[in-house]
């Protein structure tokens, strides 16, 4: 009886619901598997904050620049050229012959629907704030288009890698629910289907405008579980993974089936310290003690036990492949002794308690045991440090949005992938940005002038000022820059990208 | 018995509606789901439309009876995550996770059944103690650890069986045995001590007093009476097992609605969790109330005392 009720359930589940068996027309030999952790909300990357989004963006639509991945440089993509009119005028010549996946050709128009639609406030695009600069797009001509902008841009070359390029016509016949899920790019990969939380099937587009790709199909695989993704990658399933524990490195190393690479990625970590008292009074409000805290911990050493040699030094949190960057300014050195001396001059001859707002290893490896070793040097010189973990990294990010992350804090900035000091000075520096826990009017001022002149050169005096004032101020205790692991199947030749967006168009198989 | 299913549908129906309000306000308690919806610089006047668009602005009772009165019409209201009605994406990942936890129920049914009534026949025998042990060792082993460790065996070392993933009959066999492998020695025990319970029994020594053969006595007259209890704790069980199967999804990758509450929950997703707690307690309460018509149907003595 009871058998009968379990395999008749059972039998009829499947009828009722339905039995989806995998495509099988991809084989191996012509398919990239590559796996992330969690999958994206949309397909629609303007309307997404996360990282995922803008990843599959690049596999399906196309930017009107893009990153050269050896020289870090912005080089034309779906534009061919850009020169400034005046102060607030860029001019971008648009490449020709280029076709939507629906057939219908790129021109001046897509740029201005797609520009449009973003900075459309009433449309609630998460990514209008990235391009608000932005007044209008003027059409000169099918290939030609004016971006008239609010007052001097610098920007807005590293810009234009960050917004894909819709089709005017399907912005305009499709409702918005639908270009959620539905891409129309020009891009090297089409998207063939989508199961949600599961996998991405992509199929290459062979009328592409640039180099085809190698790999006829790409499937996108969702694999929450990083031991999953590991043992997926050395056992074949899988061929790119990214995000790889150090500790971990040995394992893909030793397994025959694959290898891993690294890259500096733009991202920068460090402990904020509320010097804005944010949350109150607090220590950290005397220069002296941000000046002891960043001279108690041997960064260096960490680095290198730790970190396994993963992070770059860096003297404030201007990354080293960031514009603007100043090679001249040497780190904090560990000087115990010098520590304790301004802690007394502080007026903590005995020390003092802190307490420490920690995160979850989400974007920075290793995350608590780097914490451990910076507690234990901090105590060294006389900072008695409490560690408050908080699990969860969106609760974290939103209690230190709301000003309650003091007075210490694990912190790490992407930069949203622009490489230029303007865009961690402004977020992380400037006072009452929501993520800035830093205030100084000498600073702001600096961040305002370098932000409005597109004087490269002048650009680059003031943010060696900058990074100088915030060396000599200790704004935060200074960390490291990030760098990533991946995970590479040895069938498949494959760069690991240094701004995080991973290219399944540039892999190949390997030469034997 | 018509007094008796009427009494437990209406059970069935308050504890539904009263999970649904426990939801609701457990979820409205934990935090604010509007700062972790807007991007990272938006401002206060961002932040007070959204709290409007949303309904969070209105008192509770209000915000619940709108939801109740949609809910009960399938409209569970649109993710505020992926702009997608929540009602379509948990029904999308409900499959995947009631196949998986049945043929984990499954497979830790073929596990129990054999060795539990082996155990409760060779009672205080090596096979009993090995089975206390195999029981023993199932109880303790966490279920992440078990799943990865099938893995390596299987899917790295073998290379027999895919390590992740769905779709095919081998996508099933290590999803469905760590999680069967969660339940079986409970159920083990409990088939174990039925058994010896009832071999005790008069009326089994009536049945081999009567001359019919052992098999007979055990398959026909024992069995059917052990099953009683077992099967009341595996409905009980099946709660249990939805919790074991957000791990398993996570290990294996699984595209379960499991996994999905769990996502929804840190992302503070109110409508994809409310439309998953409703539906999975629904599913539960079900299957409980199945669970209760079969043993009804076994033992007259509870649908007449009652």
């Not at chain 1, 001509?141 to 917004?163: I, K, N, Q």
């Amino acid at each position: 009886m009871r058998r009968t009720i379990a395999i008749g359930s059972a039998v009829l589940l499947m009828l009722t619901l339905g039995w989806r068996s995998p495509g099988q027309a991809q084989t191996k030999d012509d398919t990239i598997v590559y796996a992330l952790q969690s999958d994206v909300d949309t397909w629609d990357p303007p309307n997404s904050v996360l990282r995922e989004a803008i990843i599959l963006g690049y596999q399906v639509f196309d930017h009107l620049a893009v990153r050269d991945l050896k020289t870090r440089k912005v080089i034309p993509n779906l534009a061919t050229s850009w020169k400034t009119l005046d102060d607030t005028t860029w001019e971008v010549k648009l490449r020709q012959g280029v076709k939507f996946h629906d057939g219908s050709p790129f021109t001046a128009k897509d740029v201005k629907a797609s520009f449009e639609r973003v900075l459309d406030p009433a449309k609630k695009m998460t990514a209008r704030g990235n391009h608000a600069k932005i007044k209008g797009v003027d059409i000169v001509d099918d290939h030609t288009v004016r971006f008239r902008t609010d007052g001097p841009y610098p920007l807005f070359v590293e810009r234009m890698t960050a917004l894909v390029m819709h089709s005017e016509k399907v912005l305009r016949e499709k409702p918005h629910e639908w270009v959620q899920e539905n891409p129309v790019g020009t891009g090297p990969y089409k998207l063939v289907r989508w199961n949600r939380k599961q996998e991405h099937l992509l199929v290459r587009n062979d009328d592409y405008w640039g180099a085809k790709p190698y790999f006829k199909h790409v499937r996108i695989r969702i694999i929450p579980e990083q031991a999953t993704q590991i043992a997926e990658l050395i056992s074949g399933g899988v061929d790119v993974i990214k995000a790889v524990p150090p500790d971990q490195m040995d394992v893909i190393e030793k397994s025959g089936q694959a290898r891993t690479a690294t890259s500096p990625i733009l991202r920068t970590a460090m402990l904020q310290l509320d010097q804005a008292a944010r949350g109150g009074p607090n220590p950290f409000t005397d220069k002296r003690v941000r000046q002891a805290a960043n001279l108690a911990v041997d960064a260096d050493a960490i680095i290198k036990h730790v970190l396994n040699g993963l992070g770059d030094r860096t003297a404030t949190a201007v990354n080293p492949m960031a514009f603007g960057w100043d090679p001249n300014l040497k780190p904090y050195k560990q000087d115990v002794a010098r520590a304790k001396k301004l802690l007394a001059e502080a007026g903590y001859p005995n020390g003092l308690d802190i307490t420490f707002n920690t995160g979850p290893p989400v974007v920075e490896p290793a995350i608590q045991q780097t914490n451990d070793a910076i507690v234990a040097d901090m105590a060294k010189a006389g900072f008695r440090v409490r560690q408050n973990y908080i699990g969860d990294n969106t609760v974290l990010v939103a209690r230190i949005k709301e000003g309650k992350g003091g007075p210490m804090f694990n912190w790490s900035w992407g930069y949203y992938s622009v490489f230029d000091a303007d865009a961690i000075l402004y977020d992380v520096f400037k006072c009452g940005e929501p993520y800035s826990y830093y205030c100084n009017k000498e600073l702001d001022d600096m961040i305002h002038a370098g932000r409005s002149t597109l004087d490269q050169k002048k650009r680059a005096e003031v943010y060696v000022k900058a990074q100088k004032l915030l060396f000599d101020d200790a704004a935060y205790l200074y960390k490291w820059g990030l760098r990533g692991v991946w995970g590479i199947s040895n069938r498949i030749e494959y760069q690991a990208p240094a701004d995080e967006v991973d290219r399944m168009f540039l892999a190949t198989p390997r030469k034997k | 018995m018509k007094y008796y299913v009427l009494r437990q549908l209406i059970q069935l129906a308050v504890v539904v509606l009263g999970i649904s309000m426990l939801v609701f306000a457990i979820l409205h308690v934990i935090g604010d789901p509007v700062l972790l919806l807007l991007p990272q610089n938006a401002g206060k006047e961002e932040y007070e439309r959204y709290h409007k668009l949303l309904g969070l602005d209105k008192p509770i009772h209000v915000q619940y009876w709108k939801f109740a009165s949609r809910a009960v019409q399938g409209d569970f209201g649109k993710s505020w995550y992926t702009d997608t009605p929540a009602f379509k994406l948990v029904l999308e990942r409900m499959p995947p996770t009631l196949y998986l936890t049945t043929a984990g129920l499954v497979m830790a049914l073929l596990i129990a059944l054999p060795l539990g009534i082996l155990a409760a026949l060779k009672r205080h025998s090596f096979i009993d103690n090995a089975c206390t042990m195999l029981a023993v060792a199932g109880q303790a082993m966490p279920i992440f650890w078990l799943g990865i460790m099938l893995i390596i065996i299987f899917a790295v070392r073998l290379k027999a069986l895919p390590a992740s993933g769905y779709g095919t009959w081998e996508h099933f066999l290590m999803p469905a045995f760590t999680l069967g492998a969660f339940l079986a020695p409970i159920t083990m025990r409990l088939v174990r001590s039925g058994v010896i319970e009832i071999l005790n029994m008069e009326y089994i020594r009536t049945a081999r007093a009567k001359g019919f053969a052992e098999p007979t006595v055990i398959v026909k007259h024992a069995f059917r009476n052990a099953c009683i209890p077992v099967i009341t704790v595996l409905g009980l069980q099946f709660g249990q097992l939805l919790g074991g199967a957000i791990v398993t999804e996570t290990v294996f990758a699984w595209p379960g609605v499991a996994t999905l509450t769990v996502d929804s929950i840190r992302n503070q997703d109110f409508p994809v969790v409310q439309c998953a707690v409703v539906l999975l307690a629904l599913i539960i309460v079900v299957v409980n109330f199945i669970v209760d018509m079969v043993v009804g149907l076994l033992d007259p003595r509870i649908r007449l005392g009652a």
